[in-house]
């Protein structure tokens, strides 16, 4: 049933060359492209591998300091 489908779809169909269309960048819903502009923040700020590596201890180690927290607690 769907060699049959198949043959009777047309040979010749147009397809869309998208390396011949423009990107509209006027337009609200294209946003520039290249490195580093689809992440939402800026990482060639300064001293931002500093606060990039506190961010990512801090939510490594939480766990375990609450851990300790709960079991040094009173009650």
């Given at each position: 049933?769907?060699s ?6 047309p040979?010749?169909m ?5 390396h ?6 006027s ?5 520039p492209e290249?490195p580093?502009?689809n992440i ?5 700020t300064?001293?931002?591998f500093v606060?990039y590596?506190a961010y990512?201890?801090?939510?490594f180690?939480?766990p375990?300091g609450?851990a ?8």
């Amino acid at each position: 049933m769907l060699s049959r489908t198949a043959m009777r779809l047309p040979t010749t169909m147009a397809r869309r060359g998208f390396h011949t269309t423009r990107p509209q960048l006027s337009s609200p819903h294209h946003y520039p492209e290249g490195p580093r502009s689809n992440i939402p923040f800026n990482p060639l700020t300064r001293f931002f591998f500093v606060r990039y590596w506190a961010y990512m201890a801090t939510g490594f180690f939480m766990p375990f300091g609450i851990a300790v927290w709960q079991t040094y607690k009173n009650g």
